[in-house]
């Protein structure tokens, strides 16, 4: 049986801080207020150079190097993400010219916040009937081009990012039993979900503009609009039966997880989740008070830098959990 392993991860967040105290010059709110309801203290927005498309290559060769894997040897560049810089070619496209990686068919996906956990579970797919393949798979967004600058609801959440891996298919193991296949590394199991009948609640009305001769109503259209009571319940309650299904099936304790790494959406949700989950505290990862929510970018960033802080040992079990517009949502489990 071949498993989807990740062979290496790398991350990309713009240059420019935005902090609390930027925000209170920009609209009607206080650090006080930002930090306690969302946790958030800094976020980071694309400028000069750093196009949605620029900062997933730059996560993605981040991601090669660390996968020891060419731009030549890979097979398929995929990304998540709902804030692509134009609306064709795909992000992809321009990231495989930018690396370099000839050889690889490249498309975006678009599963707002769980983009980059939908690309998971479809080169696992890959993988399974084509084991040798390499799949970078890059979560990257540029979420400042969409958000409402004057829309206090909506600006203090959002950030700019990317996130990437490279997968290939595990060594398949000779007369597997029970246990040896219970601990292969690569990905375990996934759960997806989406519910489109809930779309109001969170979603952008049309493509993108930054037509500076349309006027701000005119441009309404192309920003974010929330109904953050609502997304707030869903996002919770979603992710928690996600997650504690998917365990169930499997069989494993919440215990036996050494670290969860949940979308990055605000403070609450992760403790509401933490709490309902019944797991420990330390052993989810935190980064929204660094970066905000940077929706699909937010778990591959997270997948990296738990990585890099040497956070995830081989054999552990890593419990993703995610919750975006569409609504979509879902869990996986991967053995590091
Ligand atoms: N600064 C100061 N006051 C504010 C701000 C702000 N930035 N934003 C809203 N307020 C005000 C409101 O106008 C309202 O004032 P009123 O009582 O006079 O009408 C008051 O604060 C309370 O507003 P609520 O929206 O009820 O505040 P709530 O406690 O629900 O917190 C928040 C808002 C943080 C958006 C919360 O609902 C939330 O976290 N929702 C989830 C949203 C989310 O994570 N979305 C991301 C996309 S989906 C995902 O990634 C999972």
Redesign the pocket.
């Known amino acids: 049986m071949h498993r989807a392993v990740v062979l290496g991860t790398g991350s990309c967040l713009p240059r420019r801080v935005l902090t609390n105290d930027d925000l209170e010059q920009m ?4 650090d006080e ?2 930090t306690s ?2 946790g958030i203290h800094t976020r980071r927005i694309a400028g000069d150079g750093e196009q949605n498309y620029q900062l997933a290559s730059q996560a993605a060769e981040k991601a090669l190097v660390s996968a020891k894997v060419s731009a030549e040897e890979i097979d398929l560049v995929a990304v998540a993400t709902l804030t692509p810089h134009m609306m064709m070619p795909s992000c992809a496209c321009f990231v495989q010219t930018e690396i370099g990686a000839k050889n690889a068919f490249a498309f975006d996906l678009n599963a707002a ?1 769980s983009g980059f956990l939908y690309g998971l579970d479809m080169a696992e797919k890959y993988i399974a009937t084509k084991p040798d393949m390499k799949i970078l798979l890059i979560g990257s967004e540029t979420l400042s081009a969409r958000i409402n600058w004057q829309d ?2 909506t600006c ?2 959002f950030g700019d990012g990317a996130g990437a891996c490279v997968l290939t298919g595990a060594m398949e193991t000779t007369r597997t039993t029970r246990t040896t296949e219970a601990k292969q590394r690569g990905i375990v199991a996934s759960n997806l979900y989406s519910d489109g009948s809930l779309w109001k609640l ?1 979603y952008m009305d049309s493509p993108a503009s930054r037509n500076p001769d349309l006027l701000l109503e005119e441009r309404n259209g192309c920003f974010m609009q ?1 109904t ?2 609502d ?2 319940k869903h ?1 919770v309650r979603a992710m928690e039966k996600a997650a504690l299904d998917l365990l169930d099936l499997q069989q494993i304790s919440i215990q036996d997880v050494s670290l969860i790494i949940p ?1 990055q ?2 403070i ?2 992760l403790n509401k989740l933490t709490e309902r989950l019944g797991a420990d505290q330390e052993k989810v990862f935190i980064n929204v008070d660094k970066y905000g ?1 940077t ?1 699909a970018a937010s778990i591959p960033i997270a997948l990296d830098e738990a990585n890099r802080q040497n956070r995830l040992k081989q054999g552990d079990l890593v419990l993703l959990c995610s ?3 569409g609504f979509t949502w879902g869990s996986m489990l991967i053995r590091w």
């Open positions: 609209v009607d709110t206080s207020w930002i309801r969302t916040c206090r609801n203090i959440l969170l929330m953050g009571r997304v707030f996002a979308h959406a605000n609450r949700i929510n929706s919750f975006g517009g």
